[in-house]
């Protein structure tokens, strides 16, 4: 199964994309049961494509909560239009999904 | 300044390399923007964060940037909400950043044309700061800020 959920809506002549990504976001700063430090991984670029455009692009560390969620706002858009979203974290684990707006 | 002719070249070459990559915050990354970026996020030190991320620039004040969401005083430091939307045009890049985390430097939001200039996003918090958004909108820098109070820090130790 993915480690990205989409959930789309289109409302208003918007449309709203909401996703929820399944990622640990250590910062390496948290340490274990042993007292060690526990190493980083967290995303570090996340972007968003609409019909294989990229829309918005994220840069981040490990400041963003685990199971990191965003919201954006898509102007205009489309019932049936793809949404793909992709992340890549510092360990080069790269993930994407897709889905249409509903 | 430059000893040789080569060297004089190699670093024009670079600087425009840098310039570009710069202006074209929508494409994806190259080596040397992931370079910076690295540093960006490592920094510790809030003043001179900012100075790395913008060069000269003299940041306006602005009502027209809105949080929703963000509370004042904050539970849990490892779960922040925030929604920023704004009433401003052509906004272009919007950055998060907490002055006292230790990486002040949480996110940036590249948006296109296409975008409605709002994100809704969950950080952490390492102690009671201000919360700083940064938008950049027609090559303008506005800028809002909030003091939010936690009471448990999230970012280990």
Redesign the interface.
């Known amino acids: 199964m993915s480690s990205i959920k989409i959930r789309t809506k289109y409302f208003e002549g918007q449309t709203q994309i909401r996703t929820l990504i399944t990622h640990p976001m250590e910062n390496g700063r948290n340490k274990d049961d042993n007292g060690q430090f526990i190493p980083a991984h967290h995303i570090i670029e996340l972007w968003v494509d609409h019909k294989k455009i990229k829309v918005v692009r994220c840069n981040m560390a490990g400041s963003i909560s685990r199971n990191p969620y965003f919201d954006f706002l898509l102007k205009g858009g489309e019932i049936g239009d793809e949404i793909t979203i992709s992340w890549i974290d510092n360990l080069g684990k790269t993930d994407t999904n897709s889905t249409l707006i509903k | 300044m430059f000893k040789s002719r080569r060297k004089f070249i190699k670093s024009i070459v670079s600087l425009t390399a840098y310039s570009l990559t710069m202006a074209s ?2 494409l994806h ?1 190259s080596l040397v923007h992931a370079q910076w ?1 690295n540093e960006s ?1 490592k920094a510790t030190n809030y003043e001179q964060l900012l100075q790395h991320l913008f060069v000269d620039v003299e940041f306006i004040d602005s009502r027209k940037i809105k949080f929703q969401r963000l509370p004042r005083v904050a539970e849990n430091g ?3 909400p925030i ?1 920023i939307t704004s009433s401003l045009e052509n906004v272009s890049k919007i950055s998060l950043l ?1 002055e006292k ?3 002040p ?8 044309a ?3 200039p ?7 918090m390492a102690e009671a700061s201000a919360v700083i958004v940064i938008i950049e909108a027609d090559g303008k820098f506005y800028r809002k800020s909030k003091y939010v109070k936690v009471t448990v820090g ?4």
């Open positions: 915050g929508l990354s970026l996020f490892a779960v922040v929604k907490v985390n230790p990486h430097l949480i996110a940036e939001f590249y948006f296109s296409k975008m409605e709002s994100v809704t996003a969950r950080f952490k999230g970012c280990g130790g």
